[in-house]
């Protein structure tokens, strides 16, 4: 028996993410590989094989998984998974564009962001926004996976001295062109691994009100996150969105600054060490789950916390 | 250019559900249940690029129970030629959703698909990537801009820090991401015409594809409830708990 994680990178270096899908593999079985597939990432393989608890690494490089594009990492995950009984990826926009292509290509049902392990067969999930976990089994051979990061502790990314191994699997469907990608430059953490957290919500009026929340943020070393509404609204980028359908984070504190607290927020942050919550609205629902609120206009709170911090 | 919309009836995304007290699943009894919303923006796109000269027909196709008619009609009164129901009272997984949908692309041969990222119930996010394999076409998840110059398709993604974008050949899977557009409301004159256009019943047997499921639900639970913490009358309070109490800041 034996699990495969796909790993989470930028052809530069390994993604933290891939270090809680590890501990989830290693939850599974103790024959634990890696497949780094990408284009001149020899380094990002070499920072998977010292990842603890990793038996092997196999390092694919070719233009045809620069990319990622799904069609072809895809095909090739697919056409190495015989030898494995689990393949697992971090539920990341990556993971979860290529992993349920793998999984209809060897006619499997993918277990979809997995929250717990019972067993070999057996795992949690949450569904309706977190509103219920699931506990389903898995009646397929294979199984294959996405894992929730926040659930799972990050292994220790050294200590390991996994054999790198090459393959020479090549698929290029030829259908799909990678065009160009606008990462947001930012001296911030991510905000998946930001230990601080402050988001605005829908309270913040508008886009150009979130630099309140800059200053704050450079304080504390944290990222800035957003509601769905804050989105939906235009007031910031989707990848600023925090939730359901955007990210899900666990930092030790957790700030809602004008966010009224709708479920499918909380689905994305209510596993966070700590929250606090500043809205001017008493009865928001987001003051039932913080462990500090501040009833308060939150354009004359931010600047005193900013100046007092 | 021939569009497909696949959709899905789900619970509404204002109603807060809860497990079933044998915790045998969701309690669904009495719950308000809406077109799946991520679904809505997946017909509106089809129905701009229909408005904008770039398709001729839009077919919205959906597997589930006779009750999804009305999730339908409102795909067909937002805009949609005609619909095609799969009528199945097993409740299929994204799988053999697919595995359905495959067959219905097999006799229609659109051009495009265009279907939304996850459903807000099982919130799995996979239909679109698994039609992807099982169809061959080529694919781009979590739209936030289409753009369909004749054959060729340029597709932005939201991805993770950013946005991506990728041209893609034709015929392409699309699955749409909220940023993409504001779906309209439908009219109530377009309402009345919608109960006019062709919706075809076919029961899912018929199309001779395998759709048990693979996966067992043990059971359905709460998840573990957060307790409601203080509220804090100033901010010197505020940062005096969090240093000396949560000890989160310093």
């Known amino acids: ?309 | 250019m021939k569009i497909l919309v696949p959709i899905k009836r789900v619970v509404d995304y204002n109603v807060k559900v809860r497990p079933k007290s044998d915790e045998t699943g969701v309690d669904l009894n009495n719950v308000k249940m809406a077109m799946n919303p991520f679904c809505e923006i997946a017909v509106e796109e089809a129905v701009r690029l229909k408005e904008a000269g770039k398709a001729e027909e839009i077919i919205a196709v959906t597997i589930g129970a006779s009750s999804s008619q009305e999730q339908l009609r409102t795909a067909l009164a937002l805009g949609a030629d005609r619909a095609i129901l799969v009528e199945t009272e097993v409740e299929a997984e994204p799988l053999g959703i697919s595995k359905l949908l495959k067959s219905i692309v097999d006799k229609e041969s659109p051009d495009l698909i265009i279907l939304g990222k996850q459903a807000i119930d099982g919130d799995n996010n996979q239909t679109g990537q698994m039609l992807g394999a099982l169809t061959g076409f080529s694919q781009a998840t979590f739209a936030s801009e289409v753009n369909l110059e004749g054959d060729s398709l340029s597709v932005t993604r939201e991805i993770d820090g950013g946005l991506q974008t990728l041209d893609i050949n034709l015929p392409a899977i699309v699955t749409t991401d909220l940023r993409l557009n504001e779906p309209r409301y439908a009219s109530l004159p377009n309402i009345m015409k919608a109960k006019s256009k062709p919706l075809d019943v076919i029961p899912a047997a018929d199309l001779g594809v395998d759709i048990s499921p693979r996966l067992e639900t043990i059971k359905v639970t709460l998840p573990a409830e957060r307790e409601a913490g203080v509220i804090v009358e100033t901010v010197d309070e505020l940062i005096d708990k969090l240093k000396n109490e949560a000890k989160v800041i310093s």
């Open chain 1, 1 to 309: 028996m034996t699990a495969l994680v796909v790993a989470e990178h930028n052809n530069q270096e390994l993604k933290p993410v891939t270090l809680n899908t590890v501990t989830a593999a290693l939850g599974l079985d103790q024959d634990v590989h890696i497949l780094v597939a990408g284009n001149t990432c020899s380094a990002v393989a070499e920072e998977a094989a010292k990842v603890s608890g990793v038996a092997k690494v196999l390092l694919v490089e070719s233009g045809a998984y620069e990319n990622f594009l799904a069609e072809n990492i895809a095909t090739l995950v697919s056409n190495i998974s015989g030898d494995y009984d689990f393949i697992l990826a971090p539920t990341t926009t990556n993971g979860k564009n290529v992993m349920p292509r793998v999984a209809a290509l060897q006619d499997v049902s993918q277990i979809s962001d997995i929250s717990a392990i019972e067993s070999s067969d057996t795992f949690q999930r949450p569904i309706y926004a977190g509103n219920c976990i699931a506990t389903v089994k898995s009646n397929d051979s294979k199984k294959i996976i996405t894992v929730r990061n926040t659930a799972f502790d990050a292994a220790d990314a050294s200590g390991g001295s996994a054999e790198i191994i090459t393959l020479e699997e090549i698929n290029d469907a030829g259908i799909s062109k990678f065009v160009k990608e606008e990462i947001a430059e930012s001296d911030r953490p991510e905000l998946t691994a930001a230990d601080v957290i402050i988001s605005g919500g829908r309270g913040m009026q508008n886009g150009d009100n979130f630099s309140i929340l800059e200053g704050i943020a450079d304080k504390l070393g944290a990222a800035i996150g957003a509601s769905r509404a804050a989105v939906d609204s235009g007031f910031v980028p989707n990848d600023y969105q925090v939730g359901q359908t955007g990210k899900i984070v666990a930092p030790d504190l957790y700030i809602t600054v004008g966010i009224s607290g709708a479920i499918q927020h909380l689905a994305g942050m209510k596993d966070s060490k700590v929250i606090v919550a500043i809205n001017k609205d008493e009865d928001a629902p987001i003051f039932q789950v913080a462990d500090y609120g501040l009833v308060a206009d939150l354009f004359e709170a931010m600047p005193e916390l900013e100046s007092k911090i």
